[in-house]
Structures are given as C-alpha cells and as structure tokens.
C-alpha cells in the first residue's frame, strides 16, 4: 500500500541526524576544490592555485631582485648560492565565495513510503554536506539570507545551528518558498535545492534578480517519487500542502497522464528560467542515494568554473 | 416442522430478508470514505477538470460483510428458537394439561413446567383454551381458561412431597373429555408406577377415545431413599431407582438436626434398581444424624428423616450405696458412666431421690444398671420386672449388698456370701479371665492378662448355668451371668463395678462388654418398646413441627397438615406431610416411603397414546448471540472501512486498533448472556513488610522513634548492647532491635517496646495512641522513660517529658500504677534486684499495682499479677545506660557513675525482658519450696 504522509515540525526541524548525514556524505568525496574563473579582483586568499605569483603558501618561483623593491622580499638562502639576488615569489591564491539556499518550507516536508528520506532531510543533507567539502576544499560557504559566508572547520555544525535559528525564528510564520531576491556579488556562486513547486515565471524573476550582478548558481531540484510517477489509483483526496486546498479524484489512475505532461511541463520552464540567467539545473529524487547528487553537483561545481575559464 | 430443531418467535420478521437486494445496492453505489493524500505538486493538476468521477465499487467482502450483518440483524429480530418446545395440540381443540406434582418428579421440576408451558403457549397461538391439573389436586374440576391464566397457575405449582393417588383425578378429566370429545390431554408423568398408574392409564384410554392422549414421560428415573437401620457398627439405608438408566452412583449425606454435614457415603447400583449406602461412623456420630439425603438429588423421596427410634440407647444407672456420694471417683456409678458415655445416652437417678428405680423407668431409659443392689422391692420391683418383660435391659452388679441377700431378678440362683480368693484367709491367689466361649456375646473380645478378681459372688450349681454364663473366670465359676425374660433380659456381673472385688471395671474390656450388652439390647427390645410407648401415650397426638416440601428441604408445615397419631407408623401423604412430629426434644419423624418401599417404573404398554419423552434440550434463544455477532462484525466493518481510508496507515497505529479490536471484541463476548462469569471477588494483597515478617519469626526489641536524633541513637545502641547481653547471659537471644513508629507500624511482633520520652515532639496522632492502647491490652508491655529524673523533685512541679507523658496517656486505658514493691516478680525474673537503675539512680519506676499481700498466708518472696504490666514507667534513663559500643565501650557518662551502676543497669534490663517474656512464671519458681513442702504433706 502506498502511503505518504507531511512531516510533523518536530520531525522536519534541522537536528543532529543532518549534521551526522552531511559529514559522513562529505567525508566519502575527495576534497572538493572549485576552480575559480576570476581571480585578479579577488583579494581573499584560498587554496586555488592562481597559476600566478601573489600572495599564497605555496611557492611559486625565485626571480631575480630588481631595483626598487623591498628589501625585506629577498630570499637570502636562495641568493647566497651566487652573487644575484633572489625574490621568493609565492603563489597567489584566493578563496570563492558561495551560499547555499535550502528550501525548508512545508512541500519540502514530504515523505512517501517509496522514498528514503523526505524531501527536506535530502536537502539538508545534500546542502551542509557540499558546505563541507567547500570549506574542506578552503572555499567560504554561507547560507543566503541568514548567515555571512564563513570558512571554519566545523562549517557544518555552524550552518546547523544557524538553521536552527532560523526554524525558531520562523516557527510562526513557516520557510519561505524562495530565497531572498538580493542580487549577489559578482564571482559568488548559489546552490539552490529545494522541489521549486513555485510558478516558473515567478522563479525566473527571482532568478534574474540574484544573478544580476553576475553571481553563477546551480539548482538542485529534489522530488519524491511519487511525485514523479504518481501511482495513485482508486478513489482518493489529494491535499495541497502549501495551500491545504482539497482535490478528489474518483479515479486517480485517470489523472495520471495529465500531471506527467505537467510536470514535465514545469520542469521544463524551471530548467529554461535557470538557463536564461547561467544556472545549472539537475534533479534529484530522494529515492536515490545522496552520493549521486554530491557528485554530480561537485562536478558541475567545476565545470561551471570550466565553463567560465573557457568564456 | 422443520428438520432442523430451530424455530422463530417472530416468523414474520423474517420479511426484511427481503431488503437484503436493496441494501446491496445502496452499499454497492456508496464507497467507503477515500483516502486523503497530502501531495505537494497538487497545484498542477488543481485546474484540471474533473474527469471520470464514477468512485471505485465497494469491495466485494465489505459488501458481503454488510450484507451478513443486516441479514443478521433480520434473523435477530426473528427472534430465532433453537430446540423450540413443540405443542401437542394443534386445532382449537382444548388442552388439558395433567401434572404429575409427586416428588419424583421435583427433579425435573423446572423443566416439566417448561414442557407445560410450552404447550400452553402452543395452545393460545392457534386460539385453543387451556387447562392444568395436578395428580395431587384429586377431584377438582379442571377450568378452561386462556393461556396467560394457565401459565400463572403452572407457575405456581410446586411438587408436593408425598406420591399421590391419580385415580382422583378420574372423575375431572372424564368432565373434560364429555364437554370435549375431541380435546387434548397432555399428561407429563413422573414415570412412577405408583399411584395407581396403570389403572389410571388405562381409564384414561377409555376416556379419551376421540381426543388425543400424549404422554411426555423423564427419561431419568428419580432416585429415593428408604429404610434406614442404625445397625451395630453401621448405619446402612436404601438407594431406589425405578429404572436402570440414570447415574449408576453417588453420594448419600447425613445431616445433623441443625443441617450440618456429619458423613457421606458412596453408593452404585451396578444392574439393580436397588442399593445400599453404608455410614460406618463412630455410634456417636450415627446417633446425631437426623437426616440421609442424596446429593444433587432435589426431592423430598431423596430425604430420610431419622429421629429417636434410630437414636442409641439410654442407660440409667443406680447404685445402691448412699455413701458413695462422699467420694464420687470411687463409686461404682462413676466407673459405669465413664464406660457408658461414649456409645449411650447415661441417665442417674438425683441423689437422695425416694424412688430412683421409678424415676429411671419413667425417663424411658432402655437399659437399666443396678451396681450393688441387694434388693429391690414393692413396686419398683414390679416395674422393673415387667421393664424387662417387654424388652428392656437389667443389668446388675454385685457387692456386698447383693451377697447378703437378693431379690429374684438375677439370672441365676445366689449363694449367700460369696467368695474371697488372695484374701489372708485364702490359698487362692485372684483369679485371671478365662477366654470367652464361643456361645458368648463376648466372644471375640480379647481378654486382657491384667485382669484379676479377688472377689465374687457365687452362682449355685444348678442345671443349666453353663448356658447362661456369658463369661467365666479361670477355674470356671461364672462371672458374668444373662437370662432372657420375655422380650428383654437380665444380666449379672458376679463383681462390683467398681474396683474394690477386681479390677476390670479398669480394663478396656469392660467397656467392650457393656458395648455389646447395649448392641444386644437394643436388637431384642426395638419394636417392642415402641408398643409400650405407644400403649402409654395412646391417645396422644403429635403436631407437625416442620415438613418437606416436594424439593426436599425442611420448613414450616403446610396449614393442611394434620397432626399423627403418637403410634403413627404409615408412609406420608397429603394429611400427613414428611417432616418432624411432635416437641422438639421428641421428634418422630414421617418419612416420603415406607421402611421396605421399591420403586416401580410406570407400564404404558399396550395404551394409544402419543408418547413424548421430556425434552432434554433446552429450548436456546439465539437472539443475544446473534446480537453479539453483529456488534463483532460491525467492530470488524468500521476496522475496515479505517483501512480502506488510510486510517491506519503506520504500523504502531494498526498495531493500536488490533489491540481495541480485541478489547472490544472481548467486551462483547463478555457482555453476552452466557460468558458472564462472576466477578472474582479482588483478592485483597497483604502487604507484608518484610520487617514485619523479620518480626514475626524472631522476638526482638523495639524502641519507638521520637524523632529525636540523640535520644534515637542512645535508645537504638542501648537496646543494641542489652540485646548483646541477653544473648549472652540468657537463653534468649533476641534479633536486632527496631525502631518502630506506633502510627504506621504494627506493633503486635514486639514484646517489649521502650519510649523514650521526648517533651519537645508533638504527641502522635490519635490512631498511633489507639494502637498503643490495643497493644498494651494485647498484652505487650511499654516502658516509658522520662529521663528526667535529675530535673524532677518529689512535690516539685511537673517535668514537661511527665506532663508529655500525661497528655499522651489521657487516651489510654492505663491500670492502676505504684511503684516496683520489693517483692514484685518484675525485680526477681532474672537477677535479684532492688530497682531499676539507669544513667541516673534516683528515679522512681512504676508498674502495674498488683494484687493485694493475701493477708492469710506466710510472706511470700515474691508476687506477681495474672499477668504482665503492659506499661513501666521509669525516669532514670535506661538506655542510656545500657548503650555501649562495638566493642562495648560505655557511650554516655553515668550519674554518680561506676562499673557498678552500669552493671545494675544492665541486669535490669535484663529483668525487664524476661519479665515481659515469661510473665508470673518466676513467682511460682520462687515457691517451688513451699509447693513441694505442701505437696509432701
């Protein structure tokens, strides 16, 4: 019998299990390091290697001193071989900023029983666990709209409790369905995962707004399976989450070719409205392990960086 | 009538069935309630028009399901009959219903009435007027009535308890078959031939030769009692059957007067209609038995009543020594009564009585003892010769009296003076028994070697002796010597009942003998003193004191019962019920069958009648259980509808609703008329403390708990050290001492409990106060130590610790108190002590006064009361005193102070728990000395 069910908000609240889930998801991928495709205007120090002299760790090359320069530049050690003069120049290096928007509103607090995870402890997971490897790669994450982008070590319990914050804080009034509309910086990047059950153009808009200043972003669609496949049948009443409108279906079964056709539809208009501004879009569904989508999203982490390098 | 044994009360109920093919159909076009399913992408397909709105059809077992409870119900309201009684009338013909009320049939009683009724009930569906008529109404007319007024007059019916005669009834049902040629007659017979069966049967055929005739006759043949004997050494009764079905074994009770059981006693009948249940109980027990009843079995034929005539025998004794009064223990008669009572009902004469013989004889005694009579003469000779004459009993003893000169009721002929043997002036030593010859009533009885006689009175050699010597000594001179006379007999014993001429009065023997003189007695003169009690009270009459009823249970007498003649020897019948005649303390009894009755099956042979047999299955209303089915099925249909809607979709949730499924499953079946079982009456749980139960098999002393810490722990080490030291010094060794709390503790497992007096704690409550007052009655003891002897003076005004103790013993019945008198036992139990000395010297103790010094006596070195003081009050601070350490180090500093006082204190304490333990026992201790001089002299 197929049964699927809202979670309570005690269930649905950010808790240790996310924090536990994300770490143990993170530590299984290699360091996650994103290229960056800017790197002159940026002055914050990272672990991409710049390919160039600057400020950084690790080193870059000896150059002869020329006239001019701070004496206190000169590398004694290597200038006492002969009787030049040596400048130890290390490579520059800079960090990428990036903020994470998980969707915690009541859609997302969906669990059906052919799924392993709801929708809202998948994107949990999937979201703290890329901060990880971000912060572990030497990147700053934050999470739009709530906290500064932040490079500690212990980012994912720093986000969690940030999260838990904000669930306090939104107890009355319930998530948000979209992030905050504030254009980011240029040379950020936005990991959005949510279901995006929001009207496309809506969506789109939103869309632009973040990426006017030229941020690039990447949406993560996560859906049940159900929602996918829709395997009701017989008669049964539908309930709206968000709304708590009430749909009775003599036969569901009846309905089943209408909402593929719309789905996909909709899917179709998310994928269009982040390709208009530079997103990358995937989905994911929570009856497939975490793991693929970190992949997937780490790669197209990179290649987004690639993508900008080539351009 | 249908095949199968199921019947309706309400056949046109059956009608709704009818509706089933609409219920189908309204169940088919309304499903169950869907399943909501919250679904977050529903906003896509909210704007899609509604399409294909036919919902699902109802599964096909919920609709089944549905359809079996409505056609339940259907069935239910039909009122569904299974094993339904069926009418023998049918028609508007009249029915005339005869019942047999004997007690046969009080057995079956509840289920014949059902028979009648239901047939009455037949007979008022299809309009037929109906009438009932029992075999012990006799003559009455029988009146057509309707149904309802024919069930009231069934329902009051009761069996009489006696077997009526049916040819009384000749005459109404003739009336009845005239007026209705065509009439039914149903007649439900307790299947006994008597009572003139076959006659009856065999007019009725005559009579009913157009109307139809059923019988309905038990299966079960009724069981009777009759013929009781209390025989020698058993009491044996008759068990009757008519048949040879029914159960094959049972019990026999025997009830005393008051109803209480004295015995049982199986019986089987194997292949007979008739058995025996044997009472082999001790003579006493026999004799209280009043009533013999068959267990289970609920009819006055099942009940024997017994009453004198099956009592044992009374004996009454004279002696004829006045003298013998003076030392009663030396009396013949003492020796008599004491070998009699055990199996007979002894009777003396009042001393100093003119004429004891006569007074004997007018208390009916059976058998007569005359120890040491010489002569008996004028009319109490007369009498006593024509007591024995019809059937009582002399029996005589010889001494000094008879050897100087005999009357002639002895058996044999007398020399004067008799015999001495082992005297001074005889060579013979006493003479031993000789073994009883087989003649004898004795023989059997062994004879002891202990048994000598040194004296004896002498039977004449004359022709004939040997035949009446019943015992005989050694060297063959008789010893015990019998005659009949007429209808009783005469016995002699050539000694003295008592043991001046030999000593088997002493012996076990003698008992024996007597026994079986009374059994012989009792087998000559039965029949025959019935004839002279009646002869005596001829015109006497007895009333009916209580009678059976046709169930067999004792109770007042019907106003119709007549009072029996004092000689009444018939069976009961409708004058003279079954039951007790007479006064109370002579009690005859009538019993439902003669002494030597049978019981005989009734024979319808040959006879056109329509024979019934008594249903034996009980018509079953199967209403209740068809209701309880629907509830069950539609506890089983609201489960599934919560299904079918996803109500229970979790498994913890469905594991919740099985759970109230059964519960409510369980309650249905538990409200259903039969699974009703009485509800077990709660066992209340003893809570036992295992404190308590520590207490209970150890002694130990307690302290109560003040409250006071210090004076806690000094009352706790005290009793420590003094438990240690009784251990030590004494036999007792207590366990370790406990502080108890009289408002919540039991008191009751503690001899001694010592309180420390506290003035500062608040008195305890009221129910604490009640329960030191119950223990101190109980015959514990409490002593209270004030502690405050430093503080107080004598006229001084009072200590708060004594007006404490005041208020607190205001509501406590305290005796009498002085203070401990030198020679009380309390300073004696153990040591010899002057008083009561603690962490101070100078208080006074006080106990329960005593006894005033008897004025008469010596001085006495100690007294004591009937029992323990329940309370000593001291002021010196005994534990204190007492409390040492591990290792027996003092705790408290002493006033003055010393080895010694500790010491004292110590052996005080020891002789406080003696005293409560053992009680005035030292006092008589302590008189050993004078009790043994006393006993010397």
Known sequence: ?????????????????????????????????????????SVMHGVHGRRRAGTGENFWQFRPFTFGESVQRIDWRRSARDDRLYVREREWEAAHTIFLWMDLSPSMAFLSSMARQSKADRALVLGLATADLLVRGGERVGLLGMTRAIAARNIVERLAEALVVEDLRMSSAGHPDFPSDEPLPQRTQVILISDFLVAPDALATRLRCIASNGARGHLVMIADPVEETFPFEGHTEFLDVDSGALFRAGRAEAYRPDYVARLARHRERVRNAAREVGFSFALHRTDAPPATALLALRGRLEANVDIGAVA | MSFLPLAFSAPLALIGLALLPVIYYLLRITPPRPRQIPFPPLKLILDIEPKDETPARTPWWLLALRLAIAALIVLAMAGPIWNPQHGGADGKEPL????????????????????????????????????????????????????????????????????????????????????????????????????????????????????????VNGERSPLALAGAANEASVLNVNVLRATNDGPQQGRVRALDLKGVQIGDAPFAFGNATETQARFDLPIELRNDIARLEIAGERSAGAVTLLDERWKRRRVGIVSGATADVAQPLLAPSYYLQRALQPFADVREARPGIADPIGALLD???????????????????????????????????????????????????????????????????????????????????????EVTVSRQVLAEPEAGLPARTWAALADGTPLVTAERQGKGMLVLFHVTADTTWSNLPLSGLFVDMLRKILAISADTGKTDEDATSAAKQQAATLAPLSTLDGFGALGPPPSTAKPIPANFTDVAGADHPPGFYGPPDALVAVNPLALDAKLQAADFSGLNFRREPLNAGEPIDLRPWLIAAVIALLIVDALASLFLSGGVPLRRQRRAAIAGLVALFAFGTATMPSFVVPARAEERAQQISPRDLESALTTRLAYVVTGDAQADEASRAGLTSLTRALAARTSLTPGDPVGVDPARDELVFYPLIYWPVVAGKPLPPQNAINKIATFMKQGGTIIFDTRDALASRPGGPMTPEARWLRDLLAGVDVPELEPVPHDHVITKTFYLLDGFIGRTTIGQTWIEALPPEPSDGTPRPARAGDSVSPIVITSNDLAAAWAADRNGEPLYPLVPGGTRQRELAIRGGINLAIYTLTGNYKSDVVHVRDLLDRLGH
């Open chain 2, 363 to 449: 208390d009916n005694v059976n058998v007569m003892v005359l120890a040491d009579v010489g002569v008996v003469a004028g009319l109490a000779h007369d009498r006593l010769q024509s007591f024995i004459e019809d059937g009582g009993a002399l029996v005589r003893f010889a001494g000094t009296r008879l050897a100087g000169s005999s009357d002639d009721l002895v058996p044999v002929a007398l020399r004067r003076g008799g015999r001495t043997l082992g005297g001074s002036l005889s060579w013979d030593t006493p003479k031993k028994l000789a073994p009883f010859d087989r003649t004898s009533p004795f023989f059997g009885l062994a004879v002891p070697d």
């Open chain 1, 1 to 41: 019998m197929l049964t699927a069910r809202v979670l309570t908000r005690s269930e649905s609240a950010t808790a240790p299990r996310h924090q536990e889930g994300a770490l143990a998801l993170a530590r299984r991928l290699p360091s996650l390091v994103a290229s960056a495709k800017e790197l002159a205007a």
């Open chain 2, 96 to 215: 005339l219903v005869l019942l047999d009320d004997s007690w046969a049939a009080a057995p079956t009683w509840e289920q014949r009435l059902k028979v009648a009724l239901a047939q009455v009930d037949d007979a008022a569906r299809q309009g037929a007027p109906t009438a009932v008529v029992t075999a012990s109404e006799g003559a009455r007319e029988a009146v057509l009535s309707d149904a309802s007024h024919t069930a009231q007059k069934l329902r009051a019916l009761k069996p009489v308890p006696f077997l009526p005669d049916r040819m009384n009834l000749v005459a109404p049902i003739e009336h009845f078959f005239t007026e209705h040629p065509r009439g039914h007659l149903t007649w439900i017979s307790d299947g006994l031939a008597s009572g003139q069966t076959r006659p009856f049967a065999e007019k009725l055929a005559e009579l009913a030769k157009n109307g139809e005739v059923e019988i």
